[in-house]
């Protein structure tokens, strides 16, 4: 509020009406939401209790420890100052944000939920993939060790080939990523879609499910016997 009707200028000193009652501004606090943790921020006045007339809505108190353990001190206190006021709910700073972050939290879970059984399909589908192809290549690795290929340059070989599935998947992915973020920015609090560390531990994550679920059938075909591949030809 103080940016937009004085701009640089300082604030503090000045005076203005408000409701056909003048006050003087006697400090300026930092930008706040006040309704939702998503809108843009408004401007506002702060103005003491007994200058505006009124009751409290809310009393925000800072303990040292934790603030639930000083629940029971606190509503002693207030009824030895007037037993007449009405306690309502105690609840802390962190519990109302909780409550306000319920729907970011609840598409979260349900997003980790589908992350891990994505993954989950990817392990299974990459295992199947590479078990088949092992299989129909058995002959053409038996020949290669024949001719001299050693165990580990057959697992890298067919390691290869994970990681050629998994460059074109990493691709796709991140430009669906980008192209869908627009909609996930809607969805979760203070999330954005060009967060290229959190990119790329998804892409980190992808890869070690993806080589993980490889090894077993590029470890089977590095231990092929060359003379029973060739006898199954």
Request: glycine share 10%.
């Amino acid at each position: 509020m103080a940016a937009h009707y004085f701009g640089n200028r300082p604030a503090s000193g000045r005076r203005f009406q408000f409701n056909k009652e003048a006050y003087t501004i006697v400090g300026v606090a930092k930008d706040a939401k006040y309704q939702d943790l998503r809108e843009s921020t408004p401007r506002l006045v702060y103005f003491a209790v007994l200058q505006r007339g009124g009751g409290i809505g809310a009393l925000d108190v800072r303990t040292a420890g934790s603030p639930l353990a000083f629940a029971g001190t606190l509503r002693t206190a207030i009824r030895q100052i007037d037993p007449r006021l009405r306690i309502g709910e105690v609840t802390t700073l962190s519990g109302r944000m909780d409550r306000k972050l319920s729907r970011e939290y609840l598409v979260a879970d349900i997003s980790g939920f589908f992350s891990g059984l994505t993954l989950l399909l990817v392990s299974i589908g990459i295992y199947g993939t590479l078990a088949y192809s092992v299989a129909r290549r058995t002959s053409e690795i038996g020949i290669r060790m024949a001719l001299g290929a050693q165990p580990g340059s057959v697992l890298r070989m067919v390691l290869r080939d994970i990681l050629r599935l998994l460059a074109v998947g990493v691709a796709v992915g991140v430009v669906a990523v980008l192209a869908c973020g627009p909609l996930v920015e809607s969805m979760l609090f203070e999330l954005k879609s060009s967060d290229l560390p959190t990119i790329a531990l998804a892409a980190l994550a992808l890869a070690a499910t993806a080589l993980a679920a490889g090894y077993l059938p590029a470890r089977r075909a590095s231990r092929i016997d060359p003379l029973t591949a060739l006898r199954l030809e």
